[in-house]
């Protein structure tokens, strides 16, 4: 069984169920029209991606013929700013949520197969990524990149600039992870940092605890634990 190396993209649209059978029937077709559009704009073949629906999103292995700078940011920001100008003349905003890692992956018979796979859906759907997007009103497009895509792309000076993006920790189900997201349009420093997502914690008995803090929490001098009493 054979795994090749691709960029691997997922986007997800922000309030589909809300959306009545028409609207969700519209706003599919026109998810693939943005998508397409943008990419022929920056001269990718979309054509060549081996694409995967999901309704409200699309999950793409991207093979190596196609730049991966122009993935991550050319085609990021088009798809951005196509988003703006029809979100202006739309009856409804429609907002979206980008994620890319690059890794092993495979074509089966029902889908994808591959951890990068199943990250990158993740990453995607993480809570702390649908605040940024919440947080980031006037911004249509919330990408967030794989710790390793960030520092290979981005820190090694090949696309965006590291001022764009902001670190964050990503857990969602058994995926964690730490990872970099941007709205472009929007500046995330001065937004507020996105609630930290609740850290389980295992218990002696096997019983697992989440502790969750919705706002500032002074323990300077004190010492925060769990009493069976």
């Known amino acids: 069984m054979t795994f090749s190396r691709y960029l691997c993209v997922f986007v997800d649209a922000q309030g589909y169920s809300r959306r009545d059978d028409r609207a969700q029937a519209g706003l599919q077709r026109e998810l693939v029209d943005l998508l397409d ?10 054509a060549s ?9 699309e999950l ?32 409804d905003r429609l907002r979206l949520r980008m994620a890319v890692d690059h890794g092993l992956a495979r074509v089966e018979a029902n889908g994808f197969a591959g951890a990068t796979v199943v990250g990158v859906a993740r990453m995607a759907d993480a809570q702390a990524v649908r605040a940024v997007l919440d947080e980031a009103r006037g911004a249509p497009l919330v990408q967030v990149l794989s710790d390793q895509l960030y520092h290979g792309i981005v820190e090694g000076g090949h696309a965006a600039a590291p001022a764009e993006f902001r670190m ?20 995330l420093g001065d937004a ?3 609630p930290a997502e609740p850290t389980p914690v295992v218990r002696p008995d096997g019983q697992v605890v989440t502790v969750t803090f919705s ?8 010492v925060i634990g769990i009493s069976n009493r």
Do not use: Y
């Open 37 to 46: 559009a943008a990419g022929a704009a920056v001269g990718l073949d979309r």
């Open 49 to 57: 991606w081996h694409r995967q629906g999901s309704g409200d999103g």
């Open 60 to 91: 793409s292995l991207v093979p190596s013929t196609e730049p991966e700078t122009v993935v991550v940011q050319d085609f990021a920001l088009e798809l951005a700013r196509r988003l703006a100008v029809r979100n202006v003349a739309g009856p």
């Open 168 to 187: 964050i920790t990503l857990r969602n189900k058994e995926f964690t992870a730490q990872a970099w997201v941007r709205a472009p349009g929007a500046d």
């Open 192 to 194: 507020p940092a996105p």
């Open 215 to 222: 706002g500032p929490v002074d323990v300077n001098g004190g």
